[in-house]
């Protein structure tokens, strides 16, 4: 079965820093990974996604996230957070079907 | 870049009523939309694959009598929530592939999500 594991509820980091969103996922194939961005009472925005090639993706507003296939993670990084980041982040995955999984969310809060 | 709205953003009603959201794909057709149900502080939970001119695939303990889905034209799929209760207060958000073929390596685009509350 698919699976995706974010295990952090919330992220907090401080204006200027750097930060992480850890995701992790089981699934049997290959994966397409995602990562959605959600504001307060909005839909979910695509960020950036991995489907092959170079691990390291590069997504909208500086975000990127690394495939790693032997950890299965695909966290999601930015080298210097904004205060206007802060929201809630969503990790998905699909190996091949109709249907995403997503991981639980993890809130990101960035401190000025 | 591909946007989808969904009306109402907002509805409250009685218990037993039933309430109709949409789901529009405004600047591209989608043969395929998604609806979630995302519960406080949980993931999303795919409730059903809408399909453009044919029926609705339920997820595993969705009660399709009970949240019809119709997907009459490539731009508006639509959920009802026949005869609500209480439990089925939440948020609903609606997806759509912008591609006319769907393909499972590509993003979804989501709608702002409804807020059902019933009393």
Redesign the interface.
């Known amino acids: 079965a698919q699976s995706v594991a974010q295990p952090e509820d919330q992220v907090n980091v401080a204006e200027g820093n750097p930060l992480t969103v850890k995701c992790t996922y089981s699934v049997s194939g290959n994966p397409y990974l995602f990562w959605y961005v959600q504001y307060p009472n909005r839909g979910l925005q695509f960020l950036l996604k991995y489907i092959t090639g170079d691990n390291l993706v590069k997504g909208s507003y500086g975000f990127e996230a690394e495939f790693n296939k032997s950890q299965t993670s695909f966290h999601l990084k930015k080298p210097s957070a904004l205060v206007s980041d802060s929201a809630l982040y969503f990790c998905a995955v699909n190996s091949g079907t109709y249907k995403y999984i997503f991981g639980t969310g993890t809130r990101l809060k960035v401190l000025a | 870049g591909a946007v989808?709205s969904?009306h109402p953003?907002r509805v409250i009603c009685k218990s037993g009523t039933s309430v109709k959201i949409e789901c529009r794909s405004l600047d591209f057709q989608a043969t395929?939309m998604?609806w979630y149900r995302q519960f406080p502080?949980?993931?999303?939970m795919?409730m059903a694959?809408s399909n453009e001119g044919s029926k609705a695939?339920y997820e595993q303990g969705v009660e399709k009598d009970k949240f019809l889905i119709n997907h009459a034209s490539l731009t508006l799929s639509t959920l009802t929530v026949t005869s609500a209760h209480p439990e089925d207060s939440s948020f609903y958000?609606c997806?759509a592939d912008p591609n006319l073929a769907?393909s499972?390596?590509n993003?979804?685009?989501?709608?702002?999500?409804t807020?059902l509350t019933v009393l």
Do not use: A, C, N, W
């Open positions: 989808v969904q953003s395929t998604f502080k949980q993931s999303l795919l694959t695939t958000i997806s769907f499972s390596y993003e979804q685009f989501f709608g702002p999500g807020r």
